[in-house]
């Protein structure tokens, strides 16, 4: 197994771990499962992206990566389940379902930001800060689109092939001031988020050439 191979296993198999863990112990966020499993999906269209050199299958999971994009960060908006535990954390079955739902969380935010930095390599043969910073923006913008619907209409992301009709009447009737708050806020928040990772990692990359 090639080092590349063994780093998405290793991905997986933790995802895996976390799904009997949840599936096992007594929490309150057992939904935690089907989040992070579509948390997981675009990272995987996006290896598909990448692996492949076939311009049609490079093309639909390039879409599907992107209609399933927003699944990694509508977990941002899962911190609202601490109500069911409260905020006190001086029990210990808050600790518990803390931590659960936090790395629920957190992995499915981590495969989002994986899963844009392996299509950014894979679409953008050279890196052009101001594609990536338009590319990122808009991004986020559709991301932030796709929460509210998941979150407030409860819309899915599968929704928009089979109840394409429907995806956009609802859009169109849910068009407020509190729609277009959350969106700003939320692509804001995602932004932020994408952009310091992304040089992060890139800070990383040059780091271990130049060493």
């Known amino acids: 197994m090639n080092s590349?191979?063994?780093?998405?296993?290793v991905i997986h198999v933790m995802v895996v771990l976390f799904f009997i863990f949840v599936h096992l112990t007594p929490t309150r966020f057992t939904f935690l499962n089907w989040n992070v499993f579509l948390a997981l999906l675009p990272f995987d269209f996006a290896l598909i992206v990448s692996a492949t050199r076939v311009r049609v299958i490079k093309t639909i999971f390039a879409v599907l990566w992107l209609l399933y994009?927003?699944?990694?960060?509508?977990?941002?908006?899962?911190?609202?389940?601490?109500?069911?535990?409260?905020?006190?954390?001086?029990?210990?079955?808050?600790?518990?379902n803390y931590a659960i739902l936090s790395t629920g969380i957190f992995i499915g935010v981590g495969l989002g930001i994986l899963s844009l930095e392996i299509i950014t390599q894979a679409l953008l043969?050279?890196?052009?800060?101001?594609?990536?910073?338009?590319?990122?923006?808009?991004?986020?913008?559709?991301?932030?689109?796709?929460?509210?619907?998941?979150?407030?209409?409860?819309?899915?992301?599968?929704d928009i092939f089979f109840n394409f009709n429907d995806v956009i009447k609802n859009i169109v009737f849910s068009l407020s001031y509190h729609m277009?708050?959350?969106?700003?806020?939320?692509?804001?928040?995602?932004?932020?988020?994408?952009?310091?990772?992304?040089?992060?990692?890139?800070?990383?990359?040059?780091?271990?050439?130049?060493?």
């Open 4 to 9: 590349k191979s063994l780093n998405i296993a």
């Open 69 to 96: 994009f927003p699944n990694t960060m509508y977990m941002m908006t899962d911190f609202i389940h601490l109500y069911a535990i409260g905020t006190n954390l001086d029990q210990a079955t808050q600790f518990f």
């Open 125 to 158: 043969r050279r890196h052009a800060h101001w594609l990536y910073f338009l590319m990122t923006a808009g991004l986020s913008v559709v991301s932030a689109l796709g929460i509210y619907l998941g979150r407030y209409l409860r819309l899915n992301s599968w």
């Open 180 to 211: 277009l708050a959350f969106i700003i806020l939320f692509a804001g928040a995602q932004f932020a988020v994408l952009v310091v990772f992304h040089y992060g990692i890139r800070l990383i990359q040059i780091n271990q050439q130049e060493a």
